[in-house]
């Protein structure tokens, strides 16, 4: 062969040779360019068992935004594995993290569960892990949020209500003093004074009273409590203000029902439910205490006759200083937190509080607690010697009961009927109920 033609082959030669080198290496390039990004798209190892003990919805997010693994909180926020992020607040949180290549953080309300939904309040946090992954955590903080709006709303309404009695005493106290020399219209500034003071001392009370109920983790003085004994302390204790007002109060239902709890705190829950009714009914009219034990619960309902509460107003007069009718709550010296502190108390034995009510008709608040068996079920001596104190409190619970009436009455039974249609408890003469 001629050289230029044995030269010709070999730079043919040398080309097909450097093409095949360049060709695997290329192909090398992108074996591992491939094997790179599939280690980048894999989720860390342990990575999934850590999601699953989050208690807060968490999630595993490639490049595109779809979910490649998941915790089980996630899911009633609808972010499952394979799944696009399903609000526009979440991508623009996955998308900010992936320009800045930098931890982000938002804050909104984002839906729960699948429909209309419940609108949560959220916090979350976006985080790099890697070139192509990022973690996405949500924190629910709606019942936190909700508890500060509470302790604001509490302070404010707190330092209003101070102020109004702090204020009137003040210039109540100014006018004594220029009244000096008229003896006549210091007795009347003196009595308004006294008012006041004694409305200043009932809310500043009322107040220490419900901060007790939602701090104390234990109660007092826990211990098997009567029925009876609560009731006839909570009737005696508003006797007085039944007298004034021309309202009777009428006691019926079963007794030698006993529930765990103390005794005082009950029958302050049972008196302040007594007190709105007396200061809501109208004059010659009564207010029913019942009792009655149904399926291991013991239920006492409190009745009157007077205005009524409307619908809007039931699901918000338990809050603290509300008020259904601004007008007569101050007219009766109303603090605005005895149905709170009902609430509160009633729930730290384990019950709750039911409402019913119509506008015009009346309003009948039920206790609900836990019932207890007897604690005269022990052994026969001691059974004898608490039966005979027993009956000796009992003599003495009917003695108070027949002074509070002398007539008639109805005792309501349950708080879900109206109460036309609650069964009646009739008083006879023998003191016993029918």
């Known amino acids: 062969m001629q050289?230029?033609?044995?030269?010709?082959?070999?730079?043919?030669?040398?080309?097909l040779i450097g093409a095949g080198l360049a060709?695997?290496?290329?192909?090398?390039?992108?074996?591992?360019?491939?094997?790179?990004?599939?280690a980048d798209m894999d989720v860390p190892e342990g990575a999934r068992m850590v999601l699953q003990g989050l208690d807060d919805p968490a999630v595993v997010l490639d490049s595109a935004g779809v979910i490649i693994a998941a915790s089980a909180s996630a899911a009633p926020f609808e972010l499952t594995e394979g799944r696009m992020l399903p609000t526009p607040e979440l991508?623009?949180?996955a998308r900010r993290v992936s320009d800045a290549d930098a931890a982000s953080n938002a804050t909104f309300r984002l839906r729960r569960g699948t429909g209309p939904g419940e609108l949560r309040l959220v916090t979350v946090r976006a985080t790099p892990l890697n070139a192509r992954l990022m973690l996405l955590v949500l924190r629910d903080i709606t019942e936190k949020e909700r508890v500060e709006q509470m302790r604001r709303d509490f302070v404010s309404n707190t330092s209003h209500e101070l102020k109004t009695p702090v204020g009137a005493v003040s210039l109540l106290a100014e006018a004594?003093?220029?009244?000096?020399?008229?003896p006549a219209q210091v007795r009347v500034f003196a009595s308004r004074l006294?008012?006041?003071?004694?409305?200043?001392?009932?809310?500043?009370?009322?107040?220490?009273?419900l901060s007790r109920l939602q701090a104390a983790d234990e109660l007092n003085d826990e211990r098997d409590a009567s029925i009876d004994e609560i009731i006839a302390s909570a009737v005696e204790a508003h006797a007085i203000q039944a007298d004034s007002a021309e309202v009777q109060l009428v006691r019926g239902g079963t007794r030698g029902l006993f529930v765990r709890g103390d005794a005082q705190v009950l029958s302050e829950a049972v008196g302040n439910l007594i007190a709105n009714a007396i200061a809501y009914s109208p004059k010659g009219s009564s207010v029913g205490i019942g009792v009655k034990a149904a399926d291991g619960v013991v239920e006492i309902a409190v009745t009157d006759r007077g205005i009524g509460i409307s619908e809007e107003d039931q699901d918000r007069v338990f809050e603290r200083f509300y008020r259904a009718d601004q007008a007569r709550s101050r007219r009766t010296g109303g603090t605005g937190l005895g149905l709170a502190i009902v609430k509160h108390a009633v729930q730290r034995h384990g019950g709750d509080v039911r409402l019913w009510s119509r506008e015009g008709r009346g309003s009948t608040f039920t206790i609900r607690l836990p019932l207890i068996d007897s604690p005269l079920d022990g052994p026969p001596r001691k059974r004898a010697?608490?039966?005979k104190k027993v009956k000796?409190?009992?003599?003495?619970?009917l003695a108070s009961d027949a002074a509070l009436t002398t007539s008639g009455a109805t005792a309501v039974q349950n708080g879900t009927a109206a109460p036309e249609t609650n069964a009646a408890v009739v008083r006879k003469g023998n003191g016993e109920t029918a």
């Open 23 to 38: 060709t695997v290496i290329l192909l090398a390039l992108r074996a591992r360019e491939r094997a790179e990004y599939g």
């Open 3 to 15: 050289p230029a033609q044995i030269a010709l082959l070999g730079l043919v030669v040398g080309l």
């Open 385 to 387: 010697r608490k039966e």
């Open 194 to 209: 006294s008012a006041e003071a004694t409305r200043l001392a009932t809310l500043t009370s009322r107040i220490m009273n």
């Open 91 to 93: 991508r623009g949180v």
């Open 392 to 397: 000796k409190k009992q003599k003495k619970l």
């Open 176 to 182: 004594i003093e220029s009244a000096s020399d008229d």
